[in-house]
């Protein structure tokens, strides 16, 4: 299987700020790699596919990038509603894994 | 607007069996292949099962194959997960998943709100 790690699993930010997750991949994904977001007591959220691409209705100040085994997503300034955590998935290859979460407080 | 509504969690005991469901709107079903993933209390996500759009072909987790059984049916625009000899730690949340395409493995684009599974005596 493949497993995928993120970092860090929290951190502390303040509206305004620039945040960055790490995730990586135990071998090359190529850029099959997706991004969520989960809010308390609600289902996870389609942000990023491939890598980089924004799905329809996400806010631009979320970005993606990164190829084969290491990603970032990127909240350029974080806003209230972005409190949540964030969750990769590499779809290369069965079975489907996601990284272990970072929440953002 | 794509919605999945699932039902069928509960409380079951140990060994015993549950059959979930997941109904979809506003889309059609039958173009999308479909997966399970589950969120055990306080954890992250782990994919469980998924099927394609025709439903010919299934895949699933390694701990859980031969416990569990995905199917769809697309004259009904529903997704089924056959959970048998459960186990405690199949105690979870669990969501009902439409992929951005045909394809099992793409982005999970739709997400039902979930149904709780918990296995108790």
């Known amino acids: 299987d493949i497993q995928m790690t993120q970092s860090p699993s929290s951190l502390s930010a303040s509206v305004g700020d620039r945040v960055t997750i790490t995730c990586r991949a135990s071998?090359?994904?190529?850029?099959?790699l997706n991004w969520y977001q989960q809010k308390a007591g609600k289902a996870p959220k389609f942000l990023i596919h491939?890598?980089?691409t924004l799905q329809r209705g996400v806010p631009s100040r979320f970005s993606g990038s990164g190829s084969g085994t290491d990603f970032t997503l990127t909240i350029s300034s974080l806003e209230p509603e972005d409190f949540a955590t964030y969750y990769c998935?590499?779809?290369?290859?069965?079975?489907?894994?996601f990284g272990g979460g970072t929440k953002v407080e | 607007e794509v919605q999945l509504l699932e039902s069928g969690g509960g409380l079951v005991q140990p060994g015993g069996s549950l059959r979930l469901s997941c109904t979809a709107s506003?889309?059609?079903?039958?173009?999308?292949?479909m997966n399970w993933v589950r969120q055990l209390p306080g954890k992250g996500l782990e994919w469980v099962s998924g099927?394609?759009?025709?439903?010919?072909?299934?895949y699933y987790a390694d701990s859980l194959r031969g416990r569990f059984i995905i199917a769809r049916d697309n004259s009904k625009n529903t997704l089924f997960l056959q959970m048998n000899s459960l186990r405690a730690e199949d105690t979870a949340m669990y969501f009902c998943?439409?992929?951005?395409?045909?394809?099992?493995?793409?982005?999970?684009?739709?997400w039902g709100q979930g149904t709780m599974v918990a296995v108790s005596s």
């Open positions: 998943v439409q992929t951005r395409s045909g394809g099992v493995s793409d982005g999970f684009a739709v």
């Open positions: 506003g889309v059609t079903f039958s173009n999308y292949a």
């Open positions: 099927i394609s759009d025709t439903g010919d072909t299934t």
């Open positions: 071998q090359n994904i190529d850029t099959y």
């Open positions: 491939a890598a980089s």
């Open positions: 998935q590499q779809t290369t290859r069965l079975p489907l894994t």
